[in-house]
């Protein structure tokens, strides 16, 4: 019974999407619904995919591709889900550094991971005086208005990865560890089956992006 009939849990997923593939789908719908509320700003799905593709092409020009580590640091905002965005457009995974981490762990995590583009804000590219990396304030729109607003053909697939997340670090050195859009996608699916979304129903962001269930919180509703 608990081998067989309890363990009985397949179903079906779109296994062969990416994260931002889903995304750019539900824009397709719903180009003008409201995606992101943030203090009294609202921004509309179809807004959100361009800005979010503005810096996939940034991002691509800069070397981002399939496998490459690309580090965000910014508090809440909605830069903080525009900079998520597009880093997967770029096919590129996002590494999140909480901006209240102590700067012993940040510089750890950027040097270990070998990230060498940092998305941040104007407000903390101060925090970085040893990053020998890009630093890319998206609160800065000058280094994007050129770009093109199109979606990117990035060479992705869903088993590539999607983010890495360190741990802890209570049990020894903090490890890097990877999630691949496929897993991402198969936790969403079950999430939308078993609680699904309603028309203009509101979702809140509580999680920290340094914890996993941030996943599940930013791209299940979007």
Known sequence: QILVEWNDTAADYPKDKCIHELFEAQVER???????EFKGAQITFQELNRRANQLAHY???LGVEPERLVGICVERS???????LG???AGGAYMPLDPTYPKE???FMLEDS?????????KLLSNFPDYSGVLVPLDDALFVQDQKDGNPCSRIKAHDPAYVIYTSGSTGTPKGVIGLHQGAVNRMAWMWRSYPFEANEKSC???SLSFVDSVWEIFGPL
Do not use: D
């Open 105 to 107: 762990r940040i510089a």
């Open 59 to 61: 991002l691509i020009s």
């Open 78 to 84: 909605l830069e903080m889900v525009i900079g998520l």
């Open 114 to 122: 070998s990230a060498s583009i940092l998305l941040t804000s104007r």
């Open 205 to 207: 962001i509580k999680t």
């Open 30 to 36: 719903t180009p003008n619904a409201v995606a992101l």
């Open 87 to 89: 880093i997967l457009k």
